[in-house]
C-alpha cells in the first residue's frame, strides 16, 4: 500500500503532531485534517505557515466528543487516521491521572469507535487500504536495568499513570483490530526531542531555563537512562510505517541515542556556551540536583531493528547534530516558547525535570 491520500491526524497542534503534519502537507503532499483540543499543549503557532495550504485544514474538537468524531468522519471521508491526541506529561499523571484516562483512554476508544463506523462503510477497495495508525511510546513497556531492550514482544509493564494510560490505549487499539478487523497498526516510540516541545519537557525546560541563567533542575543524580529521537526522525518513521507497515503489527522507533539525564543536561549546556555564552560562569554551574520523581524509572532502551529490516528506516540526526539544532530553533523562535512560559508560569517552571 502506498501513503494513504487523506489522513486525519489527532493532537496535531502538539510538539510531535505538528511535525508529522508538516511532514505529511510539505513532503508527502497528503490532505491533511488535524483535530486537536488545543489543551495547554496544543499550540496553532506549531501549524504555523500551513494556513490557507491546499490540503490542510484544523478544527478544534475533542476525542471524547462522539458525535463530533462521527460528524468530522462523514466530512472529512479519511483514508488513514494517525493518532497522537494524548495527555503525555509522566509528572503530570502522577498528579492527576484521571484527565490522562479520559483522553488516552476513553478519548481512545471514541476514536476508534468512529474509525470503525466510518471503516465499515467504505467500499471494499478503499477499507482494505484503510489504516488507523496508533502512536504509543516505550514507556509501555516498563522499566529496564543496565542491559537489554525492549523489543515489539518484551511484555506490557507500565510503571505510572501516564504509561498505564497509554499502554490501555494500546491495548483497546490491539482489541479493534482483533475483534472487529479494523485494520490497525502501533508504534512505540522513545523520548523525542527537537523543535516546538513545550517547555515542562526535560530538553526545552534546560535550554529555556539556561537562557535565563536560573538553576537546571536535574532529577536525583540525574542516573536514568532515556534514549532519545529527533522528532523529525520521528515524522518521517510515522510516514512509512502508515504507507508500509503490516496491518495488525507493531512497530518501535528509537534514536540509537541512549543517555543518562545528567548527560543530556551537560551536552545542552556545552551547546548552550556556544550559541549564547553567560556573561559569567559556564551553563553547567548552573545544575541543581533535586528531589528524584515517585517510582523514576531508570532506563529505557529500544531495539528498532523490525523497522529497520522491514521498511529500510534509520534516524538520520545524531544526537549531538540534534540537540545543536535544536537549541538553535529556541533561539531562534523566542515569540513561540515565551508566551507559553508566561501562561504556564507555574507548572511549567516547577523545576521539573526528567520526560519519561
Ligand atoms: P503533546 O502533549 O505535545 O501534544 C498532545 C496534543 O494532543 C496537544 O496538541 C493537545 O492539545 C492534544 N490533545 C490532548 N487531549 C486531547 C483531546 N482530548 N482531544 C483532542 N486533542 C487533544 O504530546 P507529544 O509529545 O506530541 O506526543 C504525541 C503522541 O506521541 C502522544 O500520544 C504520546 O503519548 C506519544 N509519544 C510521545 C513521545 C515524546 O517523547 N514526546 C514519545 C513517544 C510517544
Redesign the pocket.
Known sequence: MGTPRRILV??????????VVHHLVDEVGADVLV?????????LA?LGGLDGRPGYRFVQ?????APRMATLFTAFDPDAVM???????VDRSIDGPMAFI???VV?TCTLLQAALAHWRALPTERAAAFRFHH?????VYGALGEDGQFTETTPYDPRSP?SAS?AA?DHLVSAFGHTYGLPVIIS??????GPR??PE?LIPLMIIKGLAGEPLPVYGEGRNVRDW?Y?ED?ARALALILARGRVGETYN?GGAAERRNIDVVRTLCAVLDDLAPRPSGRHADLIAFVRDRPGHDYRYAIDFSKLERELGWRPQESFESGIARTVQWYLDNRAWWEPLVRTHDAAARRGLAG??
Do not use: M, P, R, W
Open positions: 489527532t493532537g496535531g497542534a502538539g510538539f510531535i503532531g505538528s511535525a483535530i486537536d483540543k488545543l489543551t495547554y499543549a496544543g499550540n506549531s474538537a475533542d476525542i471524547c466528543d493518532h497522537l491526541a494524548a495527555e503525555s506529561h479520559e483522553t488516552n478519548g502512536v504509543s511510546t516505550d514507556e501516564y497509554k490505549s512505540n516510540c522513545s523520548n523525542n526531542y516541545q513545550f519537557k529521537l522528532v520521528h522507533v520526560v519519561g
